[in-house]
């Protein structure tokens, strides 16, 4: 089985940074994209930043010059560190893996999700 686990998170106050890390664990094969996306009160879940196998990486544009995604491919972990915080960040953050996994000698691709962080910027 594979379990994808976040940390990090908490409150800050606005301008503030924060950093997010979420590692994978179990019967991994290999890990396609890890992604950071995030959902706010009344709001759709939206992705923040993508980052693929190769290192390529894919941020909306309200983070862009703000978050930086980065990963640790021997550690399964990807991570996403949040400068210059705005109250309008505040939200639950989702980690997202498309993970190769072995099972019984059989891989398959599923697409797995953290349980989610909650950041929350103050003004």
């Known amino acids: 089985q594979v379990q994808v686990v976040e940390s990090g998170g908490g409150l800050v106050q606005a301008g503030g940074s924060l950093g997010l890390s979420c590692a994978a664990s179990g019967s991994i094969f290999s890990i396609n994209a890890m992604g950071w996306y995030r959902q706010a009160p009344g709001k759709q879940r939206e992705l923040v930043a993508i980052i693929n196998s190769g290192g390529s990486t894919r941020y909306a544009d309200s983070v862009k010059g703000r978050f930086t995604i980065s990963r640790d491919n021997a550690k399964n972990t990807v991570y996403l560190q949040m400068n210059s915080l705005q109250p309008e960040d505040t939200a639950v953050y989702y980690c997202?893996?498309?993970?190769?996994?072995?099972?019984?000698?059989?891989?398959?691709?599923?697409?797995?999700w953290g349980q989610g962080t909650q950041v929350t910027v103050s003004s």
């Open positions: 997202n893996a498309e993970i190769r996994e072995m099972t019984m000698g059989i891989i398959r691709t599923r697409n797995y």
